[in-house]
């Protein structure tokens, strides 16, 4: 299968401290891809430079072109979603509200309208609260908010920074469940980075083990989880 | 009880024009955290050019609805190539910068019309309107009409618009809203043409009213500044709220209590007031910061 996204030799700095010292990966069509690692490794400023977030130099190619130099506002419209850390809710927007900037890109306004019953089929919940400031809503709701607004999109490729961070553990089943359903009924591939590294090898097909700004291991989840020092590290036992 | 009823109304009237230029200051402050000192000569200058339309010939409203066309492009260009360059800089900067601009304006108005007041044209009859057994000027009623529609206009445009909540997203979540693909720095542009736009409406119509000087915004600045601190500076309504507020009482402070002479200083003490009382307004958010 044809690679999706392609990342070779990339480098992240925040100003004078250089956080990625070049990263190469790539997401093939229709995967789920997880980047593991512990606090401060750069993952999350990996999520960053592929949606222009950091300064950054090296290649990334999407779907064949090459986007290192686009704005993100303009990688948005390429069909990328970021569900960033921290969820980035619109705190004094409705959940409605959310929902609906999630499509400000798209044109086919008939399928917008549709599509937000087809989140809020995935997330009842949310529903329930669609007239509610969203800043007041629980974490995990809120979470559900932001993958739905990136869902809103949709994308071609969904990047989903923590999705489990600071959730109840029967919340992040719930995510993690309708991530892979979405995956697989909707052809989405997506990028997750996560701590919680048995729960994002059990949904992933691929992983990259990212120590201090560099990949340091890769391969098919089954692999990774076989791995005796990520055993160790990441997985413990 | 007639004289008193005819004093409200003329509050009103004026603080319809204190509520839209509140209004514009808030939405401004709204999406940059900072006031903009330039906002009443902003609206002084478009003022000018509405009369330089009239003078030459053309019909009130078409010279109305043009000037409002130009000061909407004219505050997009003022963010665009004049404060863009300082989005990052230090507050004190960008405060400069502002007074700056109130300065040129105020000179450019100065020395393109001269000091000397000239007399604006209000659109409405010049008898006086009779409701039941009360008269009010037919200026007054009209301007309140405009500000009613304007802010009526506004809130559709906000509430219901793509672009509208486009604008109140950018403002609350720049980095979010460039993660949903709002061009961030195009909806701060807008909201510059529309806060001048809205100001532009508040100087023709009180213009009539206070004769066309390269100054006569300066009060008014004050007064709406104490506006949108009453309603708690950011938030739009209460800006509204506070610049109906603020005219009324300073009509009624005027003729009953303390006479016209000090009426600008009511402004300062209700500023001074509600920021030593009660720094958020009647509906600003209460900024709680962890330490």
């Not at chain 2, 330089?52 to 000061?71: C, E, K, Q, S």
């Not at chain 2, 219901?160 to 979540?173: F, I, K, V």
Request: proline residues 4%.
């Amino acid at each position: 299968m044809a690679a999706l996204l392609e990342v070779s030799n990339l480098h992240a700095a925040y100003g004078p401290t250089r956080v990625l010292h070049g990263i190469d990966f790539s997401l093939e069509e229709g995967s789920i891809t997880a980047l593991l690692g512990a606090n401060g490794a750069g993952k999350t400023t990996t999520l960053r430079a592929l949606c222009a977030m950091v300064q950054t130099s090296g290649e990334i190619s999407f779907g064949g072109a090459r986007i290192e130099a686009k704005a993100t506002e303009d990688i948005v419209r390429l069909g990328i979603a970021h569900v960033p850390d921290g969820r980035g809710t619109f705190v004094n927007l409705s959940t409605e509200e959310n929902l609906r900037l999630g499509a400000y890109v798209r044109k086919d306004k008939r399928a917008v309208e549709q599509d937000f019953e087809r989140i809020y089929a995935y997330f009842p919940r949310l529903k329930e609260r669609r007239h509610q400031q969203a800043g007041t809503l629980s974490g995990g709701e809120q979470q559900m908010l932001a993958v739905s607004r990136a869902l809103m999109l949709r994308p071609r490729l969904l990047l989903l920074d923590e999705p489990s961070f600071g959730l109840a553990p029967l919340i992040v089943r719930e995510i993690f469940d309708i991530m892979r359903a979405i995956n697989q009924s909707e052809k989405v591939s997506i990028l997750l980075v996560e701590q919680n590294a048995a729960m994002a090898l059990d949904l992933a097909d691929h992983a990259y083990l990212i120590e201090t700004g560099r990949v340091v291991l890769s391969g098919s989840a089954d692999e990774i989880k076989q791995n005796d020092a990520v055993r160790r590290s990441y997985l413990g036992y | 009880m007639d004289a008193f009823l005819n004093q409200v109304f003329a509050g009103l009237a004026t603080g319809g024009i204190y509520a839209s230029v509140a209004l514009a200051l808030v939405m401004i402050y709204q999406a940059t955290h900072l006031v903009n000192f330039a906002q009443g000569e902003l609206a002084m200058f478009s003022t000018y050019i509405a009369w330089t339309l009239i003078d030459a010939g053309m019909p009130y409203w078409a010279a109305f609805f043009l000037t409002v066309v130009i000061a909407f492009v004219l505050g997009v260009l003022i963010e665009r190539i004049i404060v863009r360059p300082v989005e990052r800089a230090p507050v004190l900067s960008v405060v400069v910068v502002f007074i700056g601009l109130l300065v040129i304006f105020n000179s450019l108005a100065g020395w393109i019309y001269s000091y000397t007041i000239k007399v604006f044209p209000s659109p409405f009859p010049k008898e006086p309107v009779h409701i039941g057994s009360h008269f009010f000027s037919a200026h007054q009623i009209g301007a309140v009409g405009v500000t009613l529609v304007v802010l009526g206009l506004l809130y559709a445009f906000f509430r219901y618009t793509p672009l509208g909540l486009a604008m109140r997203a950018a403002a609350q979540n720049p980095d979010s809203s460039r993660l949903v693909g709002i061009r961030v720095g195009w909806m701060l542009a807008l909201g510059w043409g529309l806060a001048s736009a809205i100001g532009a409406v508040a100087g023709m119509m009180v213009a009539p009213v206070v004769y066309l000087d390269p100054n006569m915004m300066a009060g008014i600045l004050l007064y709406a500044f104490a506006a949108a601190l009453v309603g708690g500076v950011d938030s739009p309504g209460g800006a509204v709220l506070g610049g109906f507020l603020v005219g009324v009482l300073e009509n009624l402070l005027g003729a009953y209590v303390i006479g016209n002479e000090l009426k600008l200083a009511f402004a300062l003490v209700l500023i001074v007031g509600v920021l030593v009382v009660r720094p958020s307004g009647l509906f600003g958010k209460v900024h709680v910061t962890r330490v």
